[in-house]
């Protein structure tokens, strides 16, 4: 593998163009503005903005992005059609740098299949087009469409046939997707070969599909071969399985700068936006494990592993989330977490337990992570606040059932432990609730009437946690009393033993005997 000297590498953006292709990601020509914005903040070297001969919204689109950003070079894709680079002229007016981008497909299958033309045919197209984009744009780039499948020999004529007639930089597109990372980097290499001018006076991009999920690595492959332009787009969107992913390919050239000799001038920080508006606005979610931008990609669920990050965040990260505009890594609260961990947390939300509220705290945790994918902040805090809070467990409950029908009374069981010793009663009530809690009346004895009752969810998702409020009146205390549980009727009955076991404390201090 020859090697190279720190290169800067050219990072063409084709989001708004070969992105937008991707089934269902159509934007309006404001959305592509927002997002030309953000790619211009991004600090991407050039803009492919779009296809101006498929619609007139496309013209304007390329319009308003060329007025309003002028960092990057603003790129329009044309056919080899003086029609097509006419209607390019047009959208490009107003960019103060602009590039003409043509294309013509090279290889066998295309030119038998598709165009139904010769190779001459193929040349003279070529040229005649490159030669007819010159007299307006003095930056174009030349395409051999699905090159990786194209004859050696056919493409070096093809290429050189290019730059004879002005193409200032010349693209290897792997239109389809079929090449692996040795075989693209050897091909780059042998064009370089061939045409000593590429990647030198002439430059020399490629544009990686991802029907084999190669994309990325035919990219890198092809940098370290020479090529010195990679076209992609954020979160890897684009016809079928997509373009290589801008972030994929930047952040290996940086976290690999050891062995990638090469830079880009992307605004690392601006990863992390551009994909959530890329996202938001083209509605293609980015699937959780994905490389760099994906939900999961700095978050630790396993014990191990949020052990070794609290104590050095690059025993699990290559990569330090907060160099691509993320807060910091995440530990995932969940049946894997350790006390490590969960202390940690707790820390970071500013709250101190003593060690033998941190123990109770920390089992209440386990106990909810088996039955909630996803222990949240605001569960911490619940568990949290009633360790704090806590009060003697005089009543616990054991054991809870409900049964209940369309056009029957539902009916509770509650099992209650009280000094070890266990009592059960059953009760119908007006619904599950008040089944539940006259139940508990005919265990404890103790006469309750509900003042007030609220139930919240303090959590999201499906699983989340609901919590009850309630507030009761009991052998002439008011008093209140919270419970959370994924079980709102479990729920409502902890409030209830919650503030039923407030009275009994409350008695007991004053009595100096158990009630
Ligand atoms: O995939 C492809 O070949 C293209 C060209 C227009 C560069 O998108
Ligand atoms: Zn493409």
């Not at 304007?60 to 894709?77: D, G, H, M, R, Y």
């Not at 959208?91 to 003409?100: T, V």
């Amino acid at each position: 593998m020859p090697s190279h000297k720190k290169r800067k590498i050219y990072i063409f953006d084709t989001t708004l163009r070969d992105g937008e292709q991707c089934p269902g990601a159509s934007l309006t020509p404001d959305e592509k503005l927002e997002i030309a914005k953000q790619l211009e903040r991004l600090n991407v070297d050039i803009i492919e903005a779009g296809f101006p001969a498929a619609s007139r919204g496309e013209i304007e689109a390329i319009q308003k992005i060329s007025k309003a950003v002028t960092t990057p070079t603003i790129c329009a894709l044309s056919r080899m059609v003086p029609r097509d680079i006419d209607l390019a002229r047009e959208a490009l007016k107003f960019a103060k740098k602009k590039r003409l981008h043509v294309f013509l497909a090279t290889s066998k299958i295309h030119r038998e299949y598709k165009l139904k033309k010769n190779k001459s045919e193929i040349l003279k197209l070529a040229v005649q087009n490159i030669k007819y984009g010159k007299r307006f744009f003095r930056d174009v780039e030349f395409s051999p469409e699905d090159a990786a499948r194209t004859e050696r020999l056919f493409l070096v004529e093809a290429v050189r046939a290019g730059i004879d007639a002005g193409a200032t930089t010349v693209n290897i597109p792997d239109t389809v997707g079929y090449s692996m990372p040795v075989e693209f980097g050897d091909l780059i290499a042998y064009l370089i070969k061939k045409i000593p001018a590429l990647g030198k006076t002439v430059n020399f991009s490629v544009h990686c599909h991802n029907d084999l999920g190669l994309a990325v690595a035919n990219s890198l492959a092809a940098i370290q071969n020479g090529a010195n332009q990679v076209e992609c787009t954020v979160n890897g969107i684009g016809e079928r399985a997509g373009n290589a992913s801008m972030e994929e390919i930047v952040m290996a050239i940086d976290t690999r700068r050891d062995l990638m000799s090469a830079y880009t001038d992307i605004n690392l920080k601006e990863i992390t936006k551009s994909s959530r508006l890329v996202s938001h606005l083209t509605g293609l979610a980015v699937q959780p494990n994905k490389a760099i931008v994906g939900r999961n990609a700095f978050a630790h669920e396993s014990g191990i592993h949020q052990d070794g990050i609290i104590k050095m965040r690059q025993t699990y990260e290559i990569i330090d989330p907060k160099r691509i505009g993320l807060s910091g890594s995440e530990m995932v609260m969940g049946k894997h977490s350790g006390r490590h961990a969960f202390r940690q947390r707790l820390q970071k939300l500013g709250i101190k337990l003593t060690p033998a509220q941190l123990d109770r705290a920390f089992e209440r945790f386990k106990q909810l992570s088996d039955q909630k994918k996803y222990v949240f902040d605001q569960d911490l805090e619940a568990i949290v606040e009633d360790e704090i809070s806590r009060i003697p467990q005089t009543w616990q409950l054991e054991y809870l059932k409900i049964t209940s029908e369309t056009d029957s009374k539902p009916e509770a069981t509650i099992r209650l432990k009280r000094q070890g010793k266990i009592s059960e009663a059953s009760s119908d009530g007006d619904g599950p609730v008040d089944a539940c809690y006259r139940a508990i009346e005919k265990i404890t004895g103790l006469k309750a009437k509900l003042v007030h009752y609220a139930i919240q969810s303090v959590t999201s998702g499906k699983d989340a946690l609901g919590e009850v409020s309630i507030k009761v009146a009991i052998e002439g205390h008011e008093v209140s009393g919270r419970g959370t549980s994924t079980d709102v009727i479990e729920a409502s009955v902890k409030a209830y033993l919650f503030a039923l076991n407030k009275v009994c404390a409350h008695i007991e201090k004053k009595s100096g005997s158990p009630i």
